[in-house]
């Protein structure tokens, strides 16, 4: 049986296999709220600090009040305790938050915290990379300055549009998407960063383009430059990925997936993969 946990926000742990939404809540059925996925492994809620400030930020923007970063911490500690129960291995988190229920306007919000099993696919992109396609994502880099309504570098629950671009590349034999500006800027993946590695520098989209902050570059790039490796937020076009060393999908569960085809260019393995993968490993630990 696929193991799985769920936990409310006051810390009570519940059946994982009975409903704990209502019908009506506002996340279920408008997609008004946020989320962050996090990685559990070792008995830890990996890189929780910055998750719980992007869970902040990501409320702010939707006008959600803030989120209770103590019972938050609390709901996931007995989660994690939960899951560790198991004997289950690694895990993925997911923290939920919505704006509660639509017939109880000004009512509470709704929190949760689930933990389920790593998918197949998780192991499979760590192991062998992933092939990925552009697409536009119909977006200026500006749009999240000028209408802000968009939401752009919130997570919210809203992942429809992420989901079908991801559905279109899967049915074109493609594993992942990156995501274009409409001037072709390189923007962020459906589920995770865009990094580019040539020599030992380091580049990812900077967040004044409408990409949600990675967690997950942001501890990579803290401990890179004991490795060697320069670090930058900068634009980046589809030729700089072309004529990079590597391209990776950064995320908090997969971590760290190397991109080994393109589009039509395909990227040979490098000394540097390795270090890449030990880096990811070792910064989302700390």
């Given at each position: 049986m696929t193991s799985r946990v769920v936990v409310t926000l006051d810390g009570?742990?519940?059946?994982?296999?009975?409903?704990?939404?209502?019908?009506?809540?506002?996340?279920?059925?408008?997609?008004?709220?946020?989320f962050e996925t996090i990685l559990i492994r070792d008995g830890k809620a990996c890189r929780l600090d910055a998750h719980l400030a992007r869970l902040a930020s990501s409320a702010d923007m939707l006008d959600l009040d803030e989120p209770d970063a103590e019972a938050w911490?609390?709901?996931?500690?007995?989660?994690?305790?939960?899951?560790?129960?198991?004997?289950?291995?690694?895990?993925?988190?997911?923290?939920?938050?919505?704006?509660g229920r639509e017939s109880d306007s000004g009512g509470a919000p709704t929190g949760l915290v689930t933990v389920s099993e790593v998918s197949e696919r998780v192991a499979r992109s760590r192991?062998?990379?992933?092939?990925?396609?552009?697409?536009?994502?119909?977006?200026?880099?500006?749009?999240?300055?000028?209408?802000?309504?968009?939401?752009?570098g919130a997570k919210t629950l809203s992942y429809a549009?992420?989901?079908a671009a991801?559905?279109?590349?899967?049915?074109?034999?493609?594993?992942?998407?990156?995501?274009?500006?409409?001037?072709?800027?390189?923007?962020?993946?459906?589920?995770?960063?865009?990094?580019?590695?040539?020599?030992?520098?380091?580049?990812?989209?900077?967040v004044e383009h409408g990409v949600l902050?990675?967690?997950?570059?942001?501890?990579?790039?803290?401990?890179?430059?004991?490795?060697?490796?320069?670090?930058?937020h900068a634009p980046l076009r589809v030729a700089d990925l072309?004529?990079?060393?590597?391209?990776?999908?950064?995320s908090s569960v997969t971590l760290a997936a190397r991109v080994h085809t393109l589009d039509s260019t395909t990227y040979r393995e490098r000394p540097t993969d390795r270090i890449v993968r030990d880096l990811v490993d070792a910064a989302v630990m700390r």
């Amino acid at each position: 049986m696929t193991s799985r946990v769920v936990v409310t926000l006051d810390g009570v742990v519940q059946d994982p296999t009975a409903p704990v939404l209502h019908a009506d809540d506002l996340g279920a059925v408008r997609g008004d709220g946020v989320f962050e996925t996090i990685l559990i492994r070792d008995g830890k809620a990996c890189r929780l600090d910055a998750h719980l400030a992007r869970l902040a930020s990501s409320a702010d923007m939707l006008d959600l009040d803030e989120p209770d970063a103590e019972a938050w911490r609390a709901a996931v500690s007995v989660a994690v305790a939960e899951w560790e129960r198991t004997g289950s291995g690694e895990g993925a988190m997911r923290l939920y938050l919505s704006r509660g229920r639509e017939s109880d306007s000004g009512g509470a919000p709704t929190g949760l915290v689930t933990v389920s099993e790593v998918s197949e696919r998780v192991a499979r992109s760590r192991a062998k990379g992933v092939s990925a396609m552009t697409l536009s994502r119909g977006y200026s880099i500006d749009a999240g300055e000028t209408s802000p309504w968009t939401l752009l570098g919130a997570k919210t629950l809203s992942y429809a549009t992420n989901m079908a671009a991801l559905r279109h590349a899967a049915r074109a034999g493609v594993d992942d998407v990156v995501f274009r500006s409409t001037e072709g800027h390189v923007l962020e993946g459906p589920r995770s960063t865009v990094l580019s590695i040539t020599g030992r520098r380091m580049v990812t989209p900077p967040v004044e383009h409408g990409v949600l902050r990675g967690t997950t570059v942001d501890a990579l790039f803290e401990i890179a430059g004991d490795a060697g490796f320069s670090t930058e937020h900068a634009p980046l076009r589809v030729a700089d990925l072309i004529l990079a060393d590597s391209v990776w999908l950064v995320s908090s569960v997969t971590l760290a997936a190397r991109v080994h085809t393109l589009d039509s260019t395909t990227y040979r393995e490098r000394p540097t993969d390795r270090i890449v993968r030990d880096l990811v490993d070792a910064a989302v630990m700390r």
